[in-house]
C-alpha cells in the first residue's frame, strides 16, 4: 500500500495546470470572461520578440495599474484578436499583433510570474 | 379569480370588520419567488441564448438521466434542435458529425481550435450533469467535461455554459457573440451552476454497504481490494475522487491516461463517417488525460467512456481487464506500484458490475423518493413531471437489476412504486412505501418466507 500510495502521489505531482478551455476562450469578447483574472488597457510599446537568452514581455498601463504592468509572454501564451466590435469572427493573432496604443486583455495564468495566460487584442 | 383592490375609507372601516383577517388589498396569495437553482432550472430548459435553437437541455436531457444515449437519440423527432446540423445550412460542414451522432450518440467539439474544423475535432459522448457537487473539485482547481477543461474564463462549473453556447449554440461557424449567439449574463451563470449543483447526489457513498445480494457484495469486497480490482483508488466510495489516504485529503477529482483511446474497433472507428481523430484529452496540446466520472450513477448511463466506445457495463469493468489498460500510462503506474495489472475473471467482472448495477438502483430510489416528496409542494404544472420523473428513476433502478438479473424480490416492489406513481390520482404515499421496501430489500439479508 505504501509503494502505490508514494508512486502515484509523485505521478500526480506533475497534474497541476490550469484547466480553463482555451478554445472557445477565442471567441469570447474582451472583459467578459467568467471569472477570469485579467487586465484591461492600453500596449504601451510594440512587443519585441526576445533574444534567446531573455523573456518577451508585454507593458500596458491601465486604470488598475496607473504605473504600468508587464507580463510574459510565452510560447504557451495565446493570442486573440476580437473582432466582434465589428461584426466579425475572432482569429488567432500573434506578437505582430500587439502594436502600441492598441487595448487589450491579458489572463494572468501565474501571479507571481506574471505570465500571460491569454491576451486578447482589439485590431 | 376576479381581483378587486379595495381603498380609501372603505378599506379602514373593512379592515375593522375583518379585524386581523382582514387586508387592505386583496391579492392572490403571493407564491414565493423561485429559487436560484429553479430559475437555473427555467434557463437550462428553455434558454436558447439567441442561438440556433438549441438549450442546455437539448443534449442534457432530464429523462435521459441528464446524458444522451443513442436509444434516446432515436425516439427523437426529425426537426428536434439536436439535429440542427442536418437543417440550417450555414451548419452542414463542421458542427457536427451527425452519422455519429445518430449511431452512437457522439458530440463533435474542437477542444484543440476551431482553426482547421475539418481535420481538428474530437467526439465525445454526451456525460451525465449528475452528482457534479461531488465530482468537480480537485487540489488543481475544477475540473469540468470530460477531459476536466471544459469551461472557459476560470474554469470553473459556472463558467462552463459560456463555453457550451459558442461551441454548441451557434447560428453559423462564425461564432461571433451577439450576432451568432449572446453569451450568458453573469445572473444566469449565477443560476445555472445552482440548478446544476442541485442535480442527483449532494455526497459520496460510505462503503461498504451491506447488500442482499452475494454477488453484489462479492463484487463490492472486489471493487474495495487494493490489490485485486483496485477501483477504490481513483473511484472512491464509488464516486469520482481519488482514495484520500493514498492522494492525500484535497486530491478531488483526478485525471489519468486510461488507454480507452487504444482500444481497437471502437463503434466510431467503425462507422467512420467521420473517422474519429484520436483526442488527446486536457489541454492544447492535451496530455492525453481524461478525468475520473463518478461511479454511483455508471449503470444507467452509458455508453461509457468519453468516446461511448463501451455499451454496457460488464465491459467497461472488464475494459481494466484488457491491454489497452494495462499498457496505458495509468495501467503502468499500477503495474509498478504493485508489481502487477489489473487482472479479473469473468465471474468477478460480473461481480463488480453487479455492485455498481445495485448502488445505482439504490440512488434511483433515493431521486424517486425525492421526485414524489417535492411533486406535492410545487405547482400542479409541475407536479405531473416530477412524478414522470420519478417514474423513470423507477423504471432505471428495475432496467438496471433486470439486466443482471439481481434481486428479484426488490424488482417486484419497484414495478408496484411504478404503477402507484402513473395517472392523474397516483398514490405517492403507496409509491414511496413501495420504494422503501426495494430499499430494504436491497440492503438487508434475505430472510427465507415464513412457513
Not at chain 1, 54 to 77: D, L, N, W
Not at chain 2, 137 to 155: C, H, I, M, Q
Not at chain 2, 263 to 271: F, K, M, V
Request: aromatic share 6%; hydrophobic share 40%.
Amino acid at each position: 500500500m505504501r509503494t502505490i500510495t508514494l508512486a502515484l502521489v509523485s505521478a500526480m505531482a506533475a497534474a497541476g495546470a490550469a484547466a480553463a478551455q482555451q478554445a472557445t476562450e477565442q471567441y469570447i469578447p474582451i472583459g467578459q470572461s467568467p471569472g477570469a483574472r485579467t487586465m484591461q488597457g492600453e500596449i504601451s510599446s510594440a512587443v519585441e520578440p526576445a533574444s534567446a537568452s531573455g523573456q518577451t514581455t508585454i507593458a500596458m498601463t491601465s486604470e488598475a495599474a496607473p504605473g504600468g504592468v508587464s507580463y510574459v509572454v510565452g510560447p504557451r501564451t495565446r493570442i486573440y484578436i476580437d473582432n466582434s466590435a465589428r461584426g466579425q469572427p475572432s482569429t488567432m493573432g500573434a506578437l505582430a499583433d500587439l502594436q502600441a496604443g492598441r487595448h487589450i486583455e491579458v489572463a494572468i495564468a501565474d501571479a507571481e510570474a506574471g505570465a500571460a495566460l491569454w491576451i486578447k487584442v482589439r485590431p | 379569480m376576479r381581483v378587486e383592490k379595495i381603498s380609501g375609507p372603505r378599506c379602514a372601516v373593512m379592515g375593522l370588520i375583518m379585524g386581523l383577517l382582514g387586508a387592505c388589498t386583496a391579492q392572490p396569495a403571493p407564491s414565493a419567488p423561485p429559487t436560484l437553482a429553479e430559475r437555473g432550472r427555467e434557463i437550462f430548459f428553455t434558454e436558447t441564448f439567441n442561438g440556433n435553437g438549441r438549450t442546455c437541455g437539448t443534449c442534457h436531457r432530464a429523462e435521459d438521466n441528464f446524458g444522451l444515449t443513442p436509444n434516446f437519440i432515436a425516439s427523437l423527432p426529425a426537426d428536434d434542435p439536436l439535429f440542427v446540423a442536418e437543417i440550417n445550412a450555414a451548419l452542414v460542414r463542421g458542427f457536427e458529425a451527425p452519422r455519429q451522432m445518430r449511431a452512437n450518440g457522439l458530440i463533435r467539439e474542437n477542444l484543440d481550435g476551431f482553426e482547421d474544423l475539418d481535420n481538428k475535432f474530437v467526439l465525445r459522448g454526451v456525460p451525465h450533469t449528475l452528482a457534479l457537487r461531488t465530482s468537480v473539485a480537485s487540489a488543481a482547481g475544477p475540473r469540468t467535461g470530460w477531459s476536466g477543461d471544459g469551461a472557459p474564463g476560470d474554469g470553473s462549473l459556472r463558467a462552463f455554459a459560456t463555453g457550451a453556447v459558442i461551441q454548441h449554440f451557434t447560428r453559423s461557424l462564425n461564432r461571433v457573440a451577439g450576432a451568432d449567439f449572446r453569451l450568458p449574463t453573469d445572473a444566469e451563470l449565477d443560476a445555472l451552476e445552482a440548478f446544476l449543483l442541485s442535480l442527483g447526489r449532494q455526497q459520496d457513498l460510505t462503503l461498504p454497504l451491506p447488500f442482499a445480494d452475494a454477488t453484489a457484495a462479492r463484487g463490492q469486497l472486489l471493487f474495495l481490494d487494493n490489490n485485486v480490482g483496485r477501483c477504490n483508488v481513483c473511484h472512491f466510495n464509488a464516486g469520482a475522487n481519488g482514495d484520500p489516504a493514498i492522494f492525500g485529503a484535497n486530491a478531488g477529482n483526478l485525471s489519468f491516461d486510461t488507454g480507452v483511446e487504444n482500444l481497437p474497433d471502437g463503434p466510431g472507428a467503425l462507422l467512420g463517417d467521420p473517422t474519429p481523430p484520436r483526442d488527446d484529452g486536457f489541454g492544447i496540446p492535451g496530455d492525453g488525460t481524461f478525468n475520473t466520472p463518478p461511479l454511483v450513477e455508471a449503470a444507467d448511463t452509458g455508453p461509457f467512456f468519453h468516446n461511448n466506445s463501451v455499451s454496457t457495463l460488464e465491459v467497461a469493468v472488464g475494459f481494466y481487464d484488457g491491454d489497452a489498460f494495462n499498457s496505458s500510462p495509468a495501467g503502468q503506474l499500477i503495474r509498478q506500484a504493485t508489481g502487477s495489472g489489473i487482472e479479473l475473471d469473468a465471474t468477478e467482472i460480473q461481480a463488480i458490475a453487479a455492485f455498481l448495477r445495485v448502488i445505482n438502483a439504490l440512488e434511483n430510489i433515493r431521486q424517486a423518493e425525492s421526485y414524489l416528496t417535492s411533486a406535492g409542494a410545487v405547482r400542479r404544472e409541475q407536479r405531473g413531471e416530477r412524478l414522470a420523473l420519478a417514474r423513470e428513476e423507477t423504471q432505471d433502478a428495475l432496467d438496471v437489476l433486470a439486466a443482471a438479473s439481481l434481486n428479484g424480490d426488490a424488482q417486484g416492489d419497484l414495478r408496484q412504486a411504478r404503477h402507484l406513481s402513473s395517472g392523474h390520482r397516483a398514490n405517492v404515499d403507496g409509491a414511496l412505501a413501495a420504494l422503501q421496501r426495494a430499499r430494504g430489500r436491497l440492503l438487508a439479508p434475505s430472510q427465507p418466507a415464513p412457513r
